[in-house]
């Protein structure tokens, strides 16, 4: 298949273009059939609603997921099953809220802020967190490193995914813009730093407990490296 | 507003699209017996109870019909549209909270339907669907399990033979495709 985006300038072309590094299709999959922790199910919805590139992945998925349904067999219903939900149909609900974008902030990170914009914790050398949650099953927060300082480690158990949302960073894998994503695991040794320019905010989950002084002791050196 | 796009959408598209744009309840009577049956059946396959499986059928099928105007027949089938409902209220019922989920692509909520991406849509469907009916048992039970959430990331990771990937690939070009020109037009 080949076009050239769209011809308008839609936003999507253009930053689907500049975006390198997607969700690799295991962890789409996973993410579809609901078989993801929260923490890294928040960073794949917040990069699928910055790349049209990996919506149209996760819609493909959700369609044989739909056929599989179609082809399910029919298992009878409770007589009254269909009426009460008739019934129902009128019924009020109560409003859930929607959450859109905020400046940097796609819908999935302004809802996990509850609408309000990020308070910012100091980790030392400039350095800032906003945990946006956390527990048994990892957690997620962002960061904001200024230019030429490392991102914190989270520990390095477990997958841990990095997504770009201002600046960037570069490590021995690569340069990773606004809307590209990191993926981590036991594995890969790293170091990615912040590139020049603004500071780099990176929305970041780990499926590690949370472990403050893991971070500590790179971070409290700077690496000039750039 | 919103006349039934004039070809040939699928039975299921143009209930879906009748409950949506004119409210009308025997279109979603119609919707819900088609698809509570196999839904119910789809989410038995992973073990859950009858009970617990229609507790399931009957929210979704609410949401489907209070959530209608969500539903955008160039970007899916029905029927993928209730997979995605179904499988967010499954886990926010295991979870007891919600899952997070990507930001609405705003479309214009009254551009006419456009025939030629709803039947691009349905073309690939019918491809998905020969391709499924054509899998041998283990393939089908692999796969149904996959999309049934019953398989972690790293598992399906480790499942080198998953089938449909060449499937999948396609519809997700003509997807990635469809967006675009959608864009475009306005
Ligand atoms: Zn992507």
Known sequence: ?226 | MGSEPDMEASVETVWMLAVRDRRCRESFGALFDHFAPRLKGFIMRSGTTADQAEEIVQDVMLTVWRKASHFDPHRAQVSAWIYQIARNRHIDIKRKERRPVPEALKEEPNTEPDAGQILALEQETRVLKLAISRLGEDQRDLIEKAYLGELSHAEIQQQTGLPLGTVKSRIRLGLERLRHELRGLR
């Open chain 1, 1 to 226: 298949m080949d076009w050239n985006g769209c011809g308008t300038n839609c936003g999507v072309c253009a930053k689907m273009t500049s975006i390198q590094h997607h969700i690799p299709d295991h962890l789409l999959l996973a993410y579809a059939s609901g078989n993801l922790s929260h923490p890294l199910a928040a960073v794949v919805a917040t990069h699928v609603s910055m790349c049209l590139e990996c919506r149209a992945a996760l819609e493909a998925h959700q369609m044989i997921g739909g056929e599989l349904i179609e082809a399910s067999p029919d298992v009878e219903l409770s007589r009254d099953l269909k009426s009460s939900v008739l019934d129902l149909l009128d019924l009020p609900e109560a409003p859930v809220p929607e959450y859109s974008r905020s400046g940097i902030y796609p819908g999935p990170v302004m809802e996990a802020l509850k609408g309000r914009q990020p308070s910012w914790k100091k980790l030392g050398a400039g350095v800032r967190q906003c945990i946006l949650s956390h527990g048994a099953e990892g957690s997620v927060r962002l960061l904001q490193i200024p230019p030429g300082m490392a991102v914190p480690d989270h520990g390095h158990s477990g997958l841990e995914l990095t997504l770009v949302l201002q600046g960037s960073f570069s490590d021995e894998t690569g340069h990773f813009g606004v809307g590209d994503i990191e993926i981590a695991d036991d594995d890969v040794e790293h170091t990615p730093i912040a590139d020049p320019g603004a500071a780099c905010i990176c929305l970041a989950a780990t499926e590690a407990p949370l472990r403050f002084n893991a971070f500590l002791p790179r971070l409290l050196q700077p690496i000039f490296r750039i």
